[in-house]
Each structure stands twice: as structure tokens, then as C-alpha cells.
């Protein structure tokens, strides 16, 4: 690991990039009126806010404080990033049990537009814990479950899935290759986006004698096996060819991405319309059908863009114009930024500049993603696609939380949010085989992936495998009790078999409690109506918490004081315990004269269940 990349990452991640005092850097945002009809519920080790919407926000940030009269400061549930949430009810578990405390609500027309705060309102938790019960109404279906988890996964740079070298005694390229694959396979994943398809390893652009060579041979190589997994790619066009760089110094990464506008633009804009030409040329019409094409990666960060705001525009203005180009038809989009940043800015500029804007894309971490759909419409814009081209639980390298328990349930929790609102929430990333910062240093060391080195799943894989064995069919849920659809929530389909699957979990936003809360157990009730009266069913239960479907937990018991990699006896060990557990044995269940089957359980916090009732 380069101990001067990882600092510095550390010491300027939370700079923004340059000044938005440019007044070619602007937008026109309102300030929204606070929602109205806030209401605190007291339960136990919970408080539960619920509100009205308001027309035009894109989300809310809730405020607390010890008295009516303030101050009030955001409610800091520990996600490191953006703490707004796009919509209620929003579950606060950093309170204690009998401590009165204060909440009101602002509502935002774009991430950093915060309208006035609501009149408060306050409440108490209190100690004992109540029973939730969740109503599935099999016979109230909703249409066709959305998956927003399949457009898109994110990946380390893809030369990194040719590598021969080694991690772990894992050949990275061989294990990378495996986890996309099976993402493709085993989650119904179409794309994949990453940075770095123009830095050096890849020789993209060289000037020889003053003159610009072009060479996509390396390119080439790695998109062929891209296709070879099933996978298309999301051209994320990054970073800066060193030749091309207005300051090569200025880099990012252990692998050292160069973050610099080009030191001529033209030379900029012919390389993009070389490559574009030279992908439609080798891979047909699938690239106007299939591709897309992203502008750079989190330019409102300094630690990615040594440019101004403006600059990113311009670098937007003329990486657009050099896809189009090539066909008029290809999609081309950003701003790509961090925290939900920036999308204001770069609606209004291409109002201006008339450039394409195909989708908005953004990231976030910590929280589920905001709703960009008022904004859009606000520009005009209304049904553009939206893709968070990064989403995770958080955005420090090297977190526990990333593989906890706790992180897997937040995955769930985001894509039920972001169904029939958003086209595609991309998991940041989908293998621990990751190198921005240093190669993991042992098996479960925090990295980002959905995959460990050595191809076991993490509980967010199950996460995404559950959601993915859901039905085609959304049914109607409905919830009562403490914590019912804030700190319990579910989703429920129905099949081609006809099965009823009911995918269920327990979690808060609060990081605080990653490790797990026993006073945020919930007693849960899951009653399927609308069944054949007197029908017989085979029921399954898996369930994915501390205990179950967890090989974090596994390698904690088999490892020894200092120990990084397993053994071949504990790796088969591992990868004997690498699957799906049940909480209870298969068992055939009757419907009552009703046509209703009802399944108790105990949820802890954090966990999550998936029920499923085949009939016989």
C-alpha cells in the first residue's frame, strides 16, 4: 500500500473542488416551505417521524435538539455523507429511552437548498419493545417488481480483471472475473462502470514528436472480456492520459489517476471521438443500443478534479459534443458527483450550452438516494433517467460496517426505496479485489465489495440474491406496530409458480449501532392473506443476521490472534458455510378457511428474513 496515497486521499476527500461563486456555475434551486403534518411516534429504543410531502423536494433533513427553542442540527445517523433521506418515515434510534428530545424537518429542492425547519415536535422513546406485524395481500397485486439493482454494478478499474497478480495467493483477475460473472448470473446485473479506461496502463494516448498517438489495443483487451462475462460497460471516460494532462503531477489513487483537465481541448475532443468511433466500429450497433458514455468521476471533489467548476462544465460541453459526434444517437450523461452534488449545475448550464443530458447521474453514501425527480422536472426534464452510479453504506475505505450484517440490510433497505423511482442503484463495488487505496491487507478488512478476496459472498450479496429471487409480481404490504415501516419494512411478489415470497428485514440508518441493538429486536408477525382457503403450502425461511449466512462470523471463529488469510483447511471451512441458512426446517402449512398462513418470528437489528410459500 502507498502510505502517501492513502493519506492524502484521507486529507482532501472532503474538499470541494474550486469556487461555485463562478457565475457560469449556477442554478436556480428554490427554497421550499417546510413539510407539514410532522408527527413524532414513541416506541421502544425508537422514535419514528412521519410527514407530508412537499412538491418539488428532492428530500428532507430531519433536525433534533433538547428544547423547543433549539439549536436544531441535523440528525447525524453516522452515514459519513449526504443525511438527508428522500422521503418519510424516518426511524431516529440515536435517542435513549425517556430523553424528551426535540424534531423538525426542512425540505430540500436540491442537496445543498434547505428551506426554512417545521414547527417541532417532540418525543420520548421509551424502554419495552412492541410487536410489528407485516400484512402480505396476495390477492392486491401492484405490477411488475422494479429491480434497480440490475443495470448496473460498479468494479476497480477493469484492467484489474486481467491481472496475473496475486492477493491473498488469489489471482486478482481470475476472482474479479468471477464475481462480475456472477453478478451477471446469480443477480441479473446488465453493466458494469469503472473508473480509469484512459489512464496509462492502458497506453490510450501518447504524443510522439508533439503529436498525439492514439492506441485502443489495451482497450481492446479489457472491454472484449467485459463482453466475454455478459457484461456491457458504462464508459466512465477518466482519468487523464499523462501526455494530455494540463499537470500530471496531480493524481488520485494508489494507482496513481491523473485528475487534471487537458492541456488542449481539441486534442481532448479528438481523442473521445476516436474512441467512441473505435467501440462502434468493433462492437456494431450493440453500442448505441447497449453503452453509455459517463463524464469523468466526482468533479465537485478537489481530491478528483484539479479544475475549476467551470472547468468540469467545459470538459462536459466537449466530451458530449465528441460522442455525438460519432452518432447522434449514443447516451452520454454525468455529472457523475459526489453527494447527490452538482446535478442543479449542470441542468441549468446545458439549458444554456444545449449540450445532451441523456441521464443524471450522482452518488451517495450512508443514506438512501434522494428523489431527482422534481428537479428534473423543474428543468423540463421530466422521465430523463436517473443513475446513482455509485451507492453504498459508506464511503470510507476500510470500514468494518462494509462487512457487517448491518451492511447487507442497508442494501435492501435502499433498493426498496428506490423502486419505481429510480433506473438503476449501482452497488460501489462488486469485489473486495479493489486497489484504490492499497490491495487488501487480509480477508475482512472493510473493502467495499459485495465479494470477499477469494470469492465468498458477504451478507449485501444475499441482500441482492433475495431481492433478485423475488417474483415478477409486486403485492401489496402493510404494517402496524412499533418501528412498522421504519425500522421493519418488507416487499413482497408473487411468482410463476404462483409462490409468495416475502423478503422482510430490520435495520435503522444508525451506524452507531452496526455491531447490533437488542433493544431494537422486534417480535414480527407476517400474515399472507388472499390465499386459497384450506391450500397446502411448502414454506421456507432463510435468514441472514449474526448468526445465519454470515462468514464474517465464521472466519471470527476460526481465526487466530493477528491472522489475515485462512488456511486451506479454514478456507474450506469458509466456503462450506458460503450459502443461504434457514432459521427453521421446510415445513407444509395449511391456509385457514380465511386463505391466510401466518408466520412468527424474531427479527434482531439488524437482519433479514425472506419467506416463501410454494403451493403443493
Known amino acids: 500500500m502507498t502510505t502517501d496515497a492513502r493519506t492524502d486521499w484521507e486529507n482532501r ?5 474550486g469556487s461555485t461563486d463562478d457565475p ?8 421550499l416551505d417546510p413539510p407539514e403534518g410532522l408527527v413524532a411516534e414513541a416506541g421502544g429504543s425508537q422514535v419514528t417521524l412521519h410527514w407530508s410531502p412537499v412538491d418539488g423536494a428532492i428530500g428532507y433533513q430531519v433536525h433534533v435538539a433538547t428544547s423547543a427553542d433549539g439549536p436544531f442540527e441535523p440528525l447525524d445517523h453516522a452515514g459519513r455523507d449526504v443525511l438527508a433521506v428522500p422521503h418519510p418515515p424516518y426511524v431516529d434510534t440515536t435517542c435513549a429511552p425517556g430523553e424528551e428530545r426535540f424534531y423538525a424537518v426542512s425540505s430540500l429542492s436540491d442537496v445543498h437548498v434547505e428551506g426554512p425547519l417545521s414547527a417541532p415536535v417532540s418525543c420520548a422513546a421509551v424502554a419495552e419493545a412492541g410487536a410489528v406485524s407485516v400484512t402480505v395481500a396476495a390477492g392486491q397485486e401492484l405490477g411488475e417488481l422494479a429491480r434497480p439493482w440490475r443495470p448496473m454494478i460498479g468494479s476497480e478499474h477493469l484492467s484489474h480483471a486481467v491481472s496475473p497478480d496475486t492477493t491473498g495467493g488469489r489471482v486478482i483477475g481470475e476472482e474479479l472475473s468471477a464475481a462480475l460473472r456472477a453478478a451477471h448470473v446469480e443477480l441479473g446485473v446488465s453493466h458494469v462502470r469503472a473508473h480509469g479506461i484512459l489512464c496509462d496502463d492502458l497506453a490510450v494516448y501518447r504524443e510522439v514528436d508533439g503529436e498525439p498517438v492514439h492506441d485502443f489495443t489495451g482497450v481492446d483487451r479489457v472491454y472484449d472480456h ?3 462475462l455478459g457484461l456491457f460497460p458504462v464508459v466512465e471516460l477518466s482519468f487523464m492520459p499523462h501526455d494530455l494532462a494540463a499537470d500530471p503531477t496531480v493524481t488520485v489513487f494508489d494507482y496513481d489517476a491523473i485528475v487534471s483537465p487537458p492541456k488542449d481541448w481539441e486534442r481532448w475532443y479528438e481523442l473521445i471521438r476516436d474512441l467512441t468511433q473505435h467501440l462502434v466500429d468493433r462492437y456494431g450497433d450493440e453500442v ?4 453509455s458514455f459517463e463524464v469523468w468521476n466526482e468533479a465537485n471533489l478537489e481530491v478528483f478534479w484539479s479544475g475549476t467548476p467551470s472547468d468540469y462544465l467545459k470538459l462536459y460541453d466537449v466530451t458530449a459534443a465528441a460522442v455525438r459526434a460519432v452518432d447522434e444517437r449514443l447516451v452520454v450523461g454525468g455529472p457523475s458527483s459526489a453527494a447527490a452534488g452538482w ?6 448550464h446545458a439549458e444554456e450550452s444545449g449540450a445532451p443530458v441523456d441521464f443524471v447521474s450522482t452518488h451517495t453514501y450512508g443514506s438512501p438516494p434522494l428523489d431527482f425527480r422534481p428537479m428534473l422536472e423543474r428543468h423540463g426534464r421530466a422521465g430523463t433517467p436517473i443513475w ?5 453504506v459508506t464511503p470510507t475505505h ?7 450484517v448491518f451492511s447487507g440490510v442497508f442494501l435492501a433497505r435502499g433498493m426498496l426505496s428506490a423502486m419505481d423511482r429510480i433506473e438503476s442503484l449501482s452497488y460501489w463495488v462488486v469485489s473486495d479485489h479493489f486497489e484504490e487505496l492499497g490491495r487488501p491487507p487480509a480477508l475482512l478488512h472493510g473493502g467495499f465489495g459485495l465479494r470477499t478476496v477469494g470469492e465468498l459472498r458477504k451478507p449485501r450479496w444475499w441482500a441482492l440474491a433475495l431481492l433478485e429471487r423475488l417474483g415478477s409480481t409486486r403485492l401489496a404490504v402493510s404494517y402496524d ?5 421504519s425500522l421493519v419494512e418488507a416487499v413482497a411478489a408473487r411468482g410463476a409458480a404462483d409462490e409468495v415470497s416475502v423478503m422482510l428485514w430490520n435495520l435503522t440508518l444508525d451506524q452507531t449501532k452496526a455491531a447490533g441493538s437488542d433493544a431494537l429486536a422486534r417480535e414480527v408477525s407476517v400474515e399472507v392473506t388472499g390465499l386459497a382457503p384450506g391450500a397446502s403450502y411448502d414454506l421456507t425461511h432463510v435468514r441472514v443476521d449474526e448468526n445465519h449466512s454470515n462468514v464474517a462470523s465464521v472466519w471470527g471463529g476460526l481465526r487466530e490472534d493477528g491472522q489475515d488469510w485462512p488456511t486451506e483447511e479454514q478456507w474450506q471451512v469458509l466456503r462450506d458455510a458460503d450459502r443461504l441458512e434457514e432459521l427453521e426446517p421446510a415445513r407444509t402449512v395449511t391456509a385457514s378457511d380465511e386463505g391466510v398462513v401466518v408466520v412468527e418470528t424474531v427479527l434482531p437489528m439488524p437482519s433479514m428474513s425472506q419467506v416463501v410459500l410454494t403451493p403443493r
Open 13 to 17: 476527500i472532503g474538499l470541494r473542488s
Open 24 to 31: 457560469a456555475f449556477g442554478g436556480s434551486a428554490p427554497r
Open 226 to 228: 467485459i463482453r466475454s
Open 288 to 291: 448505441v443500443e447497449q453503452w
Open 343 to 348: 446535478v442543479e449545475e449542470l441542468l441549468a
Open 388 to 392: 446513482w452510479t455509485e451507492w453504498g
Open 398 to 404: 476500510f470500514n468494518e460496517v462494509s462487512d457487517a
Open 481 to 485: 406496530g412499533d418501528g412498522a415501516g
